[in-house]
Protein backbone atom coordinates (compact mmCIF):
# COMPACT_ATOMS: atom_id res chain seq x y z
CA UNK A 1 0.00 0.00 0.00
CA UNK A 2 1.49 3.60 -0.88
CA UNK A 3 -0.09 6.56 0.85
CA UNK A 4 0.15 10.39 -0.84
CA UNK A 5 -0.46 13.89 0.76
CA UNK A 6 0.04 16.82 -1.06
CA UNK A 7 0.82 20.04 0.25
CA UNK A 8 1.82 23.50 -0.80
CA UNK A 9 -1.39 24.83 -2.89
CA UNK A 10 -2.41 28.45 -2.02
CA UNK A 11 -3.64 31.45 -3.64
CA UNK A 12 -1.37 33.51 -5.83
CA UNK A 13 -1.48 35.73 -8.44
CA UNK A 14 -1.23 35.67 -12.34
CA UNK A 15 2.40 35.10 -13.03
CA UNK A 16 3.63 34.08 -9.87
CA UNK A 17 4.96 30.91 -8.38
CA UNK A 18 3.84 27.77 -6.39
CA UNK A 19 5.50 24.39 -5.09
CA UNK A 20 3.81 21.84 -4.67
CA UNK A 21 4.69 18.71 -2.62
CA UNK A 22 3.78 15.00 -2.48
CA UNK A 23 5.01 12.98 1.02
CA UNK A 24 5.25 9.31 -0.22
CA UNK A 25 4.60 6.51 2.69
CA UNK A 26 4.03 3.32 3.19
CA UNK A 27 5.59 -0.10 0.79
CA UNK A 28 7.05 2.11 -2.36
CA UNK A 29 8.78 -0.50 -3.85
CA UNK A 30 8.06 -1.43 -7.61
CA UNK A 31 6.16 1.97 -7.93
CA UNK A 32 6.78 3.12 -12.04
CA UNK A 33 5.90 6.41 -11.96
CA UNK A 34 4.74 9.83 -10.08
CA UNK A 35 2.43 11.80 -11.58
CA UNK A 36 0.47 15.46 -10.84
CA UNK A 37 -2.81 15.53 -12.04
CA UNK A 38 -5.37 18.55 -11.70
CA UNK A 39 -9.36 18.93 -12.09
CA UNK A 40 -11.35 21.84 -12.04
CA UNK A 41 -14.86 21.74 -11.13
CA UNK A 42 -16.98 20.37 -13.89
CA UNK A 43 -13.68 19.08 -15.52
CA UNK A 44 -11.97 15.98 -16.06
CA UNK A 45 -9.01 14.94 -14.38
CA UNK A 46 -5.86 15.33 -16.53
CA UNK A 47 -2.05 14.66 -16.20
CA UNK A 48 0.00 17.87 -15.87
CA UNK A 49 3.32 16.21 -15.23
CA UNK A 50 4.68 13.05 -14.55
CA UNK A 51 8.15 11.55 -13.89
CA UNK A 52 9.07 7.45 -14.23
CA UNK A 53 12.02 5.11 -11.79
CA UNK A 54 14.42 5.90 -15.25
CA UNK A 55 13.51 9.78 -14.46
CA UNK A 56 11.94 10.66 -17.79
CA UNK A 57 9.42 13.16 -17.24
CA UNK A 58 6.66 14.17 -19.24
CA UNK A 59 4.50 17.23 -19.39
CA UNK A 60 1.07 18.52 -20.74
CA UNK A 61 1.29 20.83 -23.48
CA UNK A 62 -0.21 23.37 -21.54
CA UNK A 63 2.34 23.66 -18.82
CA UNK A 64 5.50 22.76 -20.95
CA UNK A 65 8.61 25.30 -20.09
CA UNK A 66 6.54 26.93 -16.76
CA UNK A 67 6.18 23.19 -14.73
CA UNK A 68 9.04 21.14 -13.37
CA UNK A 69 8.39 17.93 -11.90
CA UNK A 70 11.46 16.49 -9.44
CA UNK A 71 11.77 14.40 -6.65
CA UNK A 72 13.93 13.61 -3.69
CA UNK A 73 14.53 9.95 -3.15
CA UNK A 74 16.28 10.49 -0.02
CA UNK A 75 12.92 12.21 1.32
CA UNK A 76 10.43 10.23 -0.73
CA UNK A 77 8.81 13.45 -2.09
CA UNK A 78 8.02 14.49 -5.08
CA UNK A 79 8.16 18.22 -6.07
CA UNK A 80 5.92 20.22 -8.84
CA UNK A 81 7.74 23.91 -9.27
CA UNK A 82 4.89 26.34 -10.95
CA UNK A 83 6.16 29.09 -12.59
CA UNK A 84 4.51 31.55 -14.68
CA UNK A 85 1.35 30.85 -13.05
CA UNK A 86 -2.32 31.32 -15.29
CA UNK A 87 -5.55 31.61 -13.89
CA UNK A 88 -6.58 28.68 -16.18
CA UNK A 89 -3.91 26.54 -14.01
CA UNK A 90 -6.66 27.04 -11.10
CA UNK A 91 -7.80 22.98 -9.97
CA UNK A 92 -7.04 21.13 -7.39
CA UNK A 93 -4.18 19.29 -7.83
CA UNK A 94 -3.61 15.55 -7.32
CA UNK A 95 -0.25 13.42 -6.55
CA UNK A 96 -0.78 10.04 -8.23
CA UNK A 97 1.65 6.59 -7.54
CA UNK A 98 1.80 3.65 -10.39
CA UNK A 99 2.57 0.48 -8.45
CA UNK A 100 3.74 -2.77 -9.79
CA UNK A 101 1.28 -5.31 -9.09
CA UNK A 102 2.24 -8.36 -11.30
CA UNK A 103 4.93 -8.37 -14.80
CA UNK A 104 1.64 -6.60 -17.10
CA UNK A 105 -0.63 -4.49 -14.13
CA UNK A 106 -0.24 -1.92 -11.95
CA UNK A 107 -2.47 -0.03 -9.13
CA UNK A 108 -3.11 3.56 -8.76
CA UNK A 109 -2.52 5.73 -5.50
CA UNK A 110 -4.13 8.81 -4.81
CA UNK A 111 -3.56 11.76 -2.45
CA UNK A 112 -6.13 13.80 -1.27
CA UNK A 113 -5.59 17.27 -3.34
CA UNK A 114 -4.33 20.44 -2.41
CA UNK A 115 -6.13 23.60 -4.02
CA UNK A 116 -4.10 25.89 -6.38
CA UNK A 117 -6.19 29.24 -7.15
CA UNK A 118 -4.79 31.75 -9.39
CA UNK A 119 -6.35 35.51 -9.84
CA UNK A 120 -5.97 37.68 -12.99
Known amino acids: QVQLVESGGGLVQAGGSLRLSCAVS????????MGWYRQAPGKQRDLVAS???????NYADSVKGRFTISRDNAKNTVYLQMNSLKPEDTAVYYC??????????????WGQGTQVTVSP
Open 96 to 109: NAQKRISGLGYNDY
Open 26 to 33: GSIFSILA
Open 51 to 57: ITTYSTT
